[in-house]
């Protein structure tokens, strides 16, 4: 599993609407918690949110394999879910799943 991909998915997809809240801060710590990542992380990683390239990110997806690119599309969903989707966060999953489905028949 690709931790870091997983984290700064999660990240973009949240601020895809402007800014994270703390609440959604506390989300993501606590559902990335499983995949044994720390606040600290989540924290650099949503200070450096700008150096991710979404094309790439979606490039790299695209190469994992099957399971991978399904827990991280589960993983997601699980963090968007809470408010409810915006139109650009039900993109990019469904973007992720076009990628999936693509690479995986």
């Known amino acids: 599993m690709d931790n870091e991909l997983l984290m700064n998915f999660s990240i973009a997809a949240m601020g895809v609407d402007g800014d994270i809240t703390e609440d959604e801060i506390n989300k993501l710590v606590s559902v990335l918690a499983k995949f044994d990542i720390s606040?600290?992380?989540i924290s650099d990683?949503?200070?450096n949110i700008d150096d991710f390239d979404v094309d790439e990110g979606l490039n790299d997806f695209a190469e994992l394999d099957e399971d991978d690119q399904d827990q991280i599309i589960s993983t997601l969903k699980?963090?968007?879910s809470a408010d409810g989707l915006s139109q650009k966060e039900a993109k990019l999953l469904s973007d992720l799943q076009k990628i999936a489905d693509d690479s995986n028949s």
């Open 45 to 47: 990683a949503i200070d």
């Open 78 to 80: 699980k963090i968007l």
């Open 39 to 41: 606040e600290d992380e």
